[in-house]
């Protein structure tokens, strides 16, 4: 490894140097076993877990000797204890020196198109490469999904050059934007040579620590171990104590120490600084000078040092676990440069820190302990007074590079406000939350601005407008960090923060940031958020009304109308007025961003044809340097709308796109949460029950309320005969509509039309009214979609059906008319309740067109148990109405629906076709229309027969499997008693039933 890369796995904790490795054979060789299959291409990730000094970094350096031996390459980087260190700083370290150490023309091939990305969090990447562009705009989810996409493309390719081990130590020290980084790269290298090694105190991670969350969420990976660190044994309490002092203890000291230090190898390391030498051998008094822990161990060890030097180490502490001669040595007035120079090297020749190779005068403690015990003996306005001084003696330094050192000066003056008071405190807050922003690292930037606000005794909810420019700032900085951040009511909290900041903007005429602010995506088009339509209508009056910055207003605004505001009109104005400006300004995005909020508007409107079509020509002028996941919206839109007008075969290329954009483990969650839907409901129109429960399952483990999801699941179980396991999925539905937020209305739609789908396959009338109630919620909301609209009208028309309530029937069918030939949200087709509402009202001629529209639907759509269940109504139908061949026709259809419930495992419909033909068995008839018993759909399949067709091909014409085609053609042959089918054809023409007769 290069001289200037390899200072980054500098020794870090002060155990001894200079022994051999001492035990940790069990651990190692679960590290060895994780190493070699890293090595063969396997990915892995193994996280060292145990007490502080109990010798996690120790172990991390010996696998990376083993590694570097064997041909790896080593990186490491380190978490930072205080609030100070630039984002994702456990990343930047060993990205920026291997950038500097890389050759220019290799790194732009590793890099690939992600460098911009990454040159936001480690700037000397664009010194390297100079031609390197800016990244591409994008929303807050997206953004951070391109940099930590880029991150994981940049390491994965690094390691196809040369396999990679990366060690992150500290990770109790986390941010949560670094955390979230560490579970993406772990979702990314599983096939790849690259190990990750992480390693963290495990005592200081409770429930609520930020990297509780990402172990939860890493167990889940098969390439992800875990490895607990306990103490030394007796036995290598003696070899640790033989390697660094060449003494070999006698049994009962040897006793002593391991009792008393439980053989941590730090404690037992400061232990034997403590005692001579020459006594320790001699059981005497020495075993009551052991401390009674680690700190005690290091505060015994720090006062044997001059008061000069623990002086220096002090302010060192307060620097934090790295600091530089340059910044210490100006700190103190009281000790002169010579002075600062003395104590370092006394604290380096006592092993409590250590000079770092690679940058002349930096040092850092030997370990996080010793930082943690010189700060912690200090008075507080000492530590005070230390803040403050560093604080301002950073700011000297690197007065033309403030925003670099913005997150450290804020902490500074942070512990410093009481002094110094809140005036700087706030500008670095600022700068230290827009550093942050631009490198999507959120979480961090709620913390900066917030910090902020609270120093400028700036209320962080309210509805008061920001006071000043610096107000308005932090407030607009904050409501972006929330965005990225929030779900739920969360995004309205965020809303109403920039709300703020907008009303600043607008009052003092600055128009740029105004727009900035009203133009911002808060929420995803179908969150609705009151008051946001209004707030961009503002906006529009401040800027020309052909501008490019008013095309930009209106793109987002015509979608809001649209969804939000369910004003179809002004969004078609609003939009077309933006696709206009658009394509004068030559701005493609501007126009690709539009279709798709003009295809959710659509859709909405229950226009599917048109939502399609905008969606198609999104994905017609999208170009390959956009975000490849900047059309999921759109084809989610294109595959549900295809669905919905029977088009399965079209609609399935969308969704096999949509789900393979789902299944890349680097995609967002919510994103790919989202994808997984058409393919869920498609698996489920076509009856295919383990991909539907495959693909749904997928979609909930990353978002487990979606309520798409848990409605086409809770139906699928209860349709195949699962109703326990169904019940889960319905309850999980209905906590997904109580906690649903601002998607409160969606949840609700699918709710009311799921309880009573489910109580007509079940027969039993359970929570009936809790559809009826979130149906008449939904229509007694002022604003409502049309979609959401149609949903509850389905779902109370099918509560008439079942209730055999016949003026509610007559009402809901009047609705429902307009939308035949549809299919609504892959969970009702209305021409089909449009013939079971007929029935309901006793108009039973009516209801014959509408059963016969919704075969045919079926029939050409491919949708097999929604086919079975039409024939099951249609001859319910038939029966009751016991015209001249009805009974014919629906012991046809019964037959038609058997065999499909029966090849589907549709048990609660099997039964019920069943039951239906045993009763009209019972009825009397005229004489059977077909010979020797045939029923109708064996009449049919004997006319193909006679006519040539293969099964296959039988198959095609009459919608109905191989499989069953094969039953029906054994039952011919049993019934005709005829040996193949050249005697069954003419067997067909001796009856007059060969193909092209109208027979029966």
């Not at 679960?30 to 193994?46: F, P």
């Not at 460098?115 to 994008?138: F, S, Y």
């Not at 109403?496 to 740029?512: H, I, M, P, W």
């Not at 399935?652 to 789902?662: E, K, M």
Request: proline fraction near 4%; charge should be negative; charged fraction near 20%.
């Amino acid at each position: 490894m290069p001289n200037d890369v390899r200072w980054c796995i500098a020794l870090s904790s002060n155990e001894s140097r200079a022994s051999d490795f001492i035990g940790r054979q069990q651990e190692l060789a679960v590290l060895a076993a994780a190493l070699d299959d890293a090595l063969s291409g396997r990915g892995q990730m193994v996280m060292l877990a145990g007490e502080p000094g109990i010798g996690k970094t120790r172990l991390a350096q010996e696998l990376a000797s083993r590694a570097e031996s064997l041909g790896a390459q080593v990186l490491w980087g380190w978490c930072y204890e205080h609030a100070g260190a630039p984002p994702y700083w456990p990343y930047v370290q060993p990205i920026r020196a291997y950038v500097e150490a890389a050759d220019a023309q290799q790194l732009s091939s590793q890099m690939g198109s992600g460098g911009a990305e990454i040159a936001e969090i480690v700037p000397e990447l664009r010194v390297k490469l100079p031609d390197l562009g800016q990244p591409l705009a994008a929303e807050p989810e997206q953004a951070r999904f391109r940099l930590f996409d880029s991150v994981a493309t940049f390491l994965k390719n690094a390691a196809q050059i040369k396999p990679l081990v990366f060690v992150v130590d500290d990770l109790h020290w986390a941010d949560e934007s670094s955390l979230l980084l560490l579970e993406f790269l772990v979702r990314e290298i599983a096939a790849s040579p690259l190990l990750i090694l992480g390693a963290y105190r495990d005592v200081e991670v409770t429930g609520r620590h930020p990297l509780s969350q990402t172990l939860g969420n890493l167990v889940r990976e098969q390439h992800f171990q875990r490895v607990q660190l306990g103490g030394f044994t007796r036995q290598e309490v003696g070899e640790f104590v033989e390697a660094n002092i060449g003494v070999t203890l006698p049994s009962d000291a040897l006793e002593t120490i391991h009792s008393r230090t439980e053989g941590n190898p730090l404690f037992v390391n400061e232990v034997v600084e403590l005692i001579d030498p020459e006594q320790i051998t001699e059981y005497r008094a020495w075993a009551d000078m052991i401390p009674d822990g680690v700190r005690d161990a290091i505060g015994s060890r720090l006062s044997r040092l001059s008061e000069n030097c623990n002086q220096v180490l002090r302010t060192a502490s307060v620097i934090g676990r790295e600091f530089d001669f340059s910044l210490l040595s100006g700190l103190d007035s009281d000790i002169s440069a010579d002075g600062v120079l003395e104590a370092l090297d006394e604290a380096l020749e006592a092993k409590v820190i250590e000079a770092l190779p690679a940058a002349v005068g930096r040092y850092q403690f030997g370990h996080g302990l010793v930082q943690q015990a010189l700060y912690g003996d200090m008075s507080s306005i000492r530590r005070l007074r230390a803040h403050a001084s560093i604080g301002e003696t950073l700011e000297q330094m690197h007065q033309s590079d403030l925003e670099a050192y913005a997150a450290e000066l804020a902490r500074h003056f942070a512990e410093a406000e009481s002094l110094l008071g809140p005036e700087k405190l706030a500008r670095y807050s600022l700068m230290a939350g827009e550093r942050a922003l631009a490198t999507y690292a959120y979480e961090d930037a709620i913390t900066h601005f917030e910090r902020g606000l609270v120093a400028r005794a700036i209320t962080l909810s309210g509805t008061e407008e920001a006071s000043d420019e610096e107000a308005a700032a932090l407030l607009f900085g904050l409501a972006r960090a929330q965005s990225a951040t929030g779900v739920g009511h969360q995004l309205v909290e965020a809303f109403a923060t920039l709300s703020r900041a907008f009303e600043y903007y607008a009052k003092v005429g600055n128009v740029a940031l105004a727009v900035a602010a009203a133009e911002f995506p808060i929420a995803s088009l179908p969150f609705r958020i009151p008051g946001v339509a209004e707030l961009m209508a503002r906006a529009l009056t401040l800027v020309p009304a052909d501008s490019h910055e008013a095309g930009r207003l209106l793109s987002r605004y015509g979608g809001i109308l649209g969804v939000a505001e369910v004003d179809y009109e002004g969004a078609q104005e609003a939009l077309g007025r933006a696709i206009a400006i658009a394509r004068r300004e030559g701005d493609v995005a501007l126009e690709v961003q539009t279709r798709s909020n003009a295809a959710v508007v659509s859709g909405n409107h229950l226009r599917p044809q048109e939502s399609v079509d905008n969606g198609l020509r999104a994905i017609e002028l999208a170009t390959i340097d956009q975000n490849p996941y900047a059309d999921a919206v759109y084809r989610i839109m294109i595959a549900l709308n295809l669905l919905n007008m029977g088009d399965l075969h079209g609609a399935r290329h969308h969704a096999f796109v949509l789900r393979d954009l789902a299944e890349r483990r680097s995609t967002p969650r919510q994103i790919a949460s989202n994808s997984f839907m058409p393919i869920s409901f498609l698996s489920s129109l076509e009856g295919n029950w383990k991909e539907g429960r495959e693909y749904s399952d997928r979609g909930l483990a990353l978002s487990p309320l979606s309520p798409q999801l848990l409605a086409v699941r809770a139906l699928l179980e209860h349709e195949a005969g699962e109703s326990a396991q169904g019940e889960v999925y319905l309850e999980r539905l209905l906590e997904a509509m109580r906690r649903a937020g601002p998607l409160q209305l969606t949840a609700s739609a699918r709710t009311c039309i799921a309880i009573p789908t489910i109580a007509r396959i079940t027969g039993a009338p359970d929570r009936l009214e809790i559809a009826e109630a979130a149906a008449e919620a939904i229509l007694s909301e002022q604003s409502v979609s049309p979609l959401n609209a149609m949903c509850a009208r389905t779902g109370l028309a099918l509560l008439a059906v079942q209730k055999g309530d016949e003026s509610a029937a007559k009402e809901h069918y009047a609705h429902l008319l307009g939308q035949r030939n549809t299919l609504l949200w892959a969970a009702s087709l209305i021409d089909r309740l449009l013939g079971l509402l007929s029935q309901t009202m006793v108009n039973l001629d009516q209801a014959a067109p509408h059963f016969e529209e919704a075969l045919a639907f079926c029939r050409k759509a491919g949708y097999r148990p929604e086919l079975a269940w039409t024939c099951h109504d249609y001859a319910n139908m038939l029966i009751q109405r016991s015209a001249e061949g009805d009974r014919a026709k629906a012991m046809s259809l019964l037959d038609e629906s058997l065999a499909i419930s029966s090849e589907l495992g549709m048990r609660p419909l099997v039964e019920r076709v069943k039951v239906l033909q045993e009763n009209a068995e019972t009825q009397p008839v005229r004489t059977p229309a077909y010979p020797d018993g045939l029923t109708q759909r064996e009449v049919e399949v004997l006319q193909l027969i006679s006519g040539g067709k293969t099964d296959r091909e039988i198959g095609e014409e009459l919608f109905i499997s191989v499989k069953t085609v094969g039953n029906h053609v054994s039952n011919i042959l049993n019934k005709t008693n005829t040996a193949n089918r050249t005697e069954a054809a003419t067997y067909a023409a001796r009856h007059g039933i060969e193909a092209g007769s109208e027979s029966g």
